[in-house]
Structures are given as C-alpha cells and as structure tokens.
C-alpha cells in the first residue's frame, strides 16, 4: 500500500513540474511572438515614414514645377517667341460699330 502512494505521488509530483514546464515554455513562446511581431510593427511603421517624406519631397517638387510652368513670365515669353504676340493692347483693338457710319 505504502509503494502505490509513492508511486502515485512520484506521478503526481511528475505531472506538475511537466505541467509548470509547458506553461513556462508556453510564456517563452508568447513572449517571443510578441517580440517579433513588435519589432515588425517598428519596422513597418519606420518604412511608412520613409515612404512619407519621398512621397512629400515628391510633392513640393511637384509643387514648384506646377508654379513655374503657370509663371507669368513663362506664358509671356513663349505667347511673344511662340505665338508672336505682343503685349501692345491697343494696336489689337477691334471695333464692332455699324456698316453704315
């Protein structure tokens, strides 16, 4: 009778530390999925911001090219070099009046 309760309690004693073993590595597990996946988000996060400020350089690039393609002076040189007009407003005036006068 004394060995069974030995026995019994060698198992039971047994079973608890494989238990505790399981669970710990469970935690060593979890922790380091965590781990990773934090690390990952850092990464990705740093990637979007990398892409962000290329993406806002892009912009004021794009910005300042717009603004020099509608400069005045721009549309006025190619209108006298291109199109040979002239800025003399009142040699170009047309008058509608009546046939008869």
Request: aromatic residues 6%.
């Amino acid at each position: 009778m004394n060995q069974k309760r030995t026995a019994t309690k060698k198992r039971t004693t047994g079973t608890k530390w494989l238990v505790l073993i399981c669970v710990l590595f469970g935690e060593l597990l979890v922790h380091t999925w965590v781990r990773t996946e934090s690390t990952q988000a850092i990464l990705d996060i740093s990637s979007a911001q990398a892409r962000l400020s290329t993406l806002l350089s892009y912009q004021k690039e794009l910005t300042l090219e717009r603004d020099r393609l509608r400069s005045d002076d721009r549309i006025i040189r190619i209108a006298a070099s291109q199109l040979n007009m002239t800025s003399d407003v009142f040699n170009q005036t047309i008058y509608l009046g009546k046939e008869n006068q």
